[in-house]
């Protein structure tokens, strides 16, 4: 009796349906670890979360395909669950923000800074005393070197009237500045002994005091942001041993802390 001829089946065998999944798969998830392999740890961190939300039992803590030699990928669910990465993402984008606005503050104080800078300058050229007035701008501070023969008669620390106006002018520029203000007054070397001073630090110190009780009492700047220091003669910018060095270094300085 001859047999029946087998009717061949349609379309690809049964395994091959099964076979064309798995590679499927796994090329998606080499895919997938090649693209973590390339971004930054939050978006990592991210897609961890994002994987063990949407494929994996949380209650369970298995492993992202389970092989016999060990576990592709294993995710903490405990401190998936805790939120550990949750607040560490948050605590990220909190210590951005708050560089953001140290930056933006750091760049409001430069522009400031920058603002009184150039309203020194022209308070200057206007006063005519371009020539007795240094502004030097330096990393930590703006510096207003001022010569003492402005302000002072030689061996007193009273503000003369001329020294007065050039104050008030001045402190129409410094009003509006938060930062810390150190004045310092300097002598030359040639000594003083006198019944009000008995040494240049004496008067330097007594010097610098009173441009700021000047700067307080008549033109109201805040006396919290101001210092004054004493240097006598021992921070030369001149050379004491001729008369133009000795000007140089009987100055009173402004000095605007960035």
Same mark, same amino acid.
Not at 40 to 44: A, G, H, L, Q, S
Not at 204 to 211: D, I, L
């Given at each position: 009796?001859?047999r029946?001829?087998?009717q061949? !089946?349609?379309?690809?065998p049964?395994?091959m349906?099964?076979?064309?999944?798995?590679?499927?798969?796994? $090329?998606?998830f080499?895919i997938? $670890? &090649?693209?973590? %392999?390339?971004v930054?740890?939050?978006?990592?961190e991210?897609?961890? *979360? !994002?994987?063990?939300?949407? &494929? $994996?039992?949380?209650?369970?803590g298995?492993?992202v395909?389970?092989?016999? /030699?060990g /576990?592709?990928?294993?995710?903490?669910?405990?401190?998936?669950q805790n939120?550990?990465?949750k @607040?560490?993402?948050?605590e990220?984008?909190? +210590?951005?923000?708050?560089?953001?606005?140290?930056?933006?503050e750091k760049?409001?104080?430069e522009?400031?800074?920058?603002e009184a800078?150039?309203?020194?300058?022209?308070?200057?050229a +206007?006063?005519g005393?371009s020539?007795?007035v240094q502004?030097?701008?330096? *990393? @930590?501070?703006?510096?207003?070197?001022?010569? %003492?023969?402005? &302000? &002072?008669?030689?061996?007193?620390?009273?503000?003369?009237d001329e020294g007065?106006?050039?104050l !008030?002018a001045?402190?129409?520029?410094?009003?509006g500045?938060?930062n810390?203000?150190?004045i !310092?007054?300097?002598?030359?070397?040639?000594?003083i002994?006198?019944?009000?001073? /008995? %040494?240049?630090?004496?008067l /330097?110190?007594?010097?610098?005091?009173?441009?700021v009780a000047?700067?307080?009492?008549?033109?109201k700047?805040d006396?919290?942001?101001?210092?004054?220091?004493?240097?006598?003669?021992y921070?030369p910018?001149?050379?004491?041993?001729?008369?133009?060095?000795?000007?140089k270094?009987?100055r009173? +300085?402004?000095?605007?802390?960035?």
């Open positions: 009796m001859a029946k001829k087998e061949a !089946s349609e379309g690809a049964e395994w349906a099964t076979y064309s999944d798995m590679v499927t798969l796994l $090329l998606t080499f997938m $670890l &090649f693209a973590m %392999s390339t930054d740890k939050n978006t990592f991210e897609v961890a *979360k !994002s994987l063990s939300q949407s &494929f $994996l039992n949380l209650n369970t298995d492993s395909l389970i092989h016999k /030699s /576990s592709i990928l294993t995710i903490d669910y405990t401190s998936l939120g550990v990465i @607040d560490s993402l948050k990220k984008y909190l +210590e951005d923000a708050e560089d953001m606005v140290v930056d933006a760049d409001l104080k522009k400031v800074i920058d800078k150039n309203d020194i300058r022209d308070t200057i +206007e006063k005393l020539d007795k502004v030097v701008e330096e *990393k @930590d501070f703006l510096l207003i070197r001022l010569e %003492s023969e402005i &302000f &002072f008669q030689s061996g007193s620390a009273e503000i003369n007065k106006k050039v !008030s001045l402190a129409n520029d410094l009003r500045i938060e810390d203000i150190l !310092s007054g300097h002598t030359d070397n040639v000594p002994h006198t019944v009000q001073y /008995s %040494s240049n630090w004496e /330097s110190t007594a010097r610098a005091t009173n441009v000047y700067l307080v009492n008549v033109e700047l006396p919290a942001k101001l210092t004054a220091t004493g240097n006598g003669e921070r910018i001149g050379d004491n041993s001729t008369p133009e060095g000795r000007q270094n009987r009173i +300085e402004i000095k605007i802390m960035k």
